[in-house]
């Protein structure tokens, strides 16, 4: 071979392949690895200077596919070597499964009719509120016993008894104002009378007050014969001060009948009875006024309580059953990010995608499945937990205020009834609220069971991403 024609032959690799040679004696050298190498030739034309390292390596870099090779190389190694191609494999798998197991549970308890979470929870109010419904039919029932009993043995004696009160108030604040003329003047035979009626008033409400608890107890034994027996009858009618009230307005009575009496006949004779003597009875009257009010407000104490009853009862508004409205689009970009994770597992096992690839698309696409599962973890947070939380926190405040309510009802009319009359007692205790199990939907709790999967995916997947990338 000639000076002219013979070549420098440069290898970049320790790896070669068939050499062309003039010399048909040459041995031929079989590469050893699994990459091509390639050679490089340069005309003896050249210069030493072109002949250096630095501008070599930069005509290898410049003219050939050396980086190319490089990842054909690593995406070759990535697949010979069983334990480096499985770590990426399993790290896919488990990406996979726990997207899977986060769709499945936003599916099962969320968007699945049949199982979710929000069917459970409209179960359980709609389950509270026909609770409620049948407290409150309950109650009503009892508030007719309590009503029939009320109408038939008692109404009768304390609107008589009222009714009465009620005309001695006028006739007493008429006659104080004739008591009063009586200083400057002569009365009238009218006025008189006046004053005459309100004494035969006094009398007449002297006997019925005499006769009041007497008649109240010929009720009460009365009602043995009934079907009712001796429950809910209202035998302390007049409870707390109002019995004392009722004592100090029988004695007063009789101090101003005495007085009515003088004075009647003092004014009868044309006598001017002594002005410390009318001071006194004008006194006593006014006093005595106050005192047949609030004895009045005392009698119609325990129908007021049975009214106000019925009243809260009948009035009542329940709950409605909870609803929640899956986020339909976020739901299918979901599952859609699941397909596209089966989709590339898929091809790079069945080596139809490099590992180059497949790094370079969850490089891309990783950050929007995060974000995806991201969005759908916080609308379900905000428009159901939250919303849930408002939902409970709301039912929780009607339940307890309807209960402290209906029991402190009953347990104000249960102070009326007699010592020995366990009725509404047994009426608070067959109360279904207190055989109610215990739920607790702590939003924290329920929060802990769906991030669990959203976090295991978010992950795997920047693992592979982060892997995937060499």
């Not at 001060?241 to 004075?263: G, K, M, P, T, Y």
Request: aromatic share 10%; charged share 20%.
């Amino acid at each position: 071979m000639s000076t002219e024609r013979r070549m420098f032959y440069v290898a970049y690799n320790a790896c070669c392949k068939w050499l062309d040679s003039d010399n048909a004696t040459e041995a031929k050298q079989l590469c050893e690895c699994v990459n091509e190498c390639e050679m490089m030739s340069f005309v003896p034309t050249i210069s030493s200077g072109r002949l250096s390292p630095s501008v070599i390596l930069n005509s290898i870099s410049d003219s050939s596919d050396i980086p190319v090779r490089f990842v054909a190389a690593m995406e070759t190694r990535n697949r010979v070597e069983t334990s480096v191609m499985m770590k990426t494999v399993s790290l896919l798998n488990d990406t996979i499964e726990a997207h899977r197991q986060m769709w499945n549970e936003v599916s099962r308890e969320y968007v699945d009719a049949g199982t979710s979470w929000t069917t459970a929870l409209s179960k359980l109010l709609t389950s509270l509120a026909d609770m409620m419904r049948g407290q409150i039919a309950y109650s009503m029932s009892l508030l007719s016993i309590l009503n029939d009993v009320y109408w038939n043995r008692v109404s009768y004696l304390v609107n008589g008894l009222s009714t009465q009160l009620e005309e001695c108030l006028s006739l007493i604040a008429e006659v104080q104002i004739i008591i009063t003329r009586a200083q400057l003047r002569t009365l009238s035979n009218k006025e008189i009378g006046r004053i005459q009626l309100l004494l035969d008033t006094y009398l007449y409400l002297k006997t019925t007050l005499d006769d009041f608890d007497s008649m109240l107890v010929a009720e009460s034994d009365e009602m043995l014969k009934s079907s009712h027996n001796t429950h809910y009858f209202p035998g302390h009618l007049l409870i707390d001060n109002c019995n004392r009230l009722f004592e100090n307005i029988n004695d007063s009575l009789q101090w101003q009948i005495r007085s009515l009496i003088s004075l009647n006949t003092s004014y009868t004779t044309n006598i001017k009875p002594d002005k410390t003597e009318v001071d006194d009875i004008l006194f006593n009257m006014t006093d005595f006024r106050s005192n047949v009010t609030n004895l009045t407000q005392c009698l119609l104490s325990y129908k007021e309580e049975l009214d106000s009853f019925e009243d809260q009862l009948s009035t009542l508004t329940l709950t409605a059953s909870f609803k929640y409205e899956p986020p339909t689009m976020l739901l299918r970009m979901f599952n859609m990010d699941g397909e596209w994770l089966d989709s590339i597992t898929s091809q790079y096992i069945a080596n139809s995608l490099s590992k180059l690839y497949l790094a370079t698309a969850l490089q891309a696409n990783g950050s929007t499945l995060l974000t995806n599962a991201d969005r759908l973890y916080s609308d379900i947070e905000q428009s159901l937990f939250s919303k849930v939380s408002d939902h409970i926190d709301n039912q929780e405040k009607n339940m307890v205020s309807f209960y402290r309510d209906l029991l402190a009802r009953v347990a104000s009319l249960q102070r009326y009834m007699f010592t020995n009359d366990a009725s509404l007692e047994l009426f608070m205790r067959r109360l279904s609220i207190w055989r109610m199990p215990i739920v607790n939907f702590q939003k924290s709790q329920v929060l802990f069971i769906f991030s669990v999967y959203q976090g295991l995916f978010s992950v795997q997947l920047c693992t592979v991403c982060a892997i995937g990338s060499v």
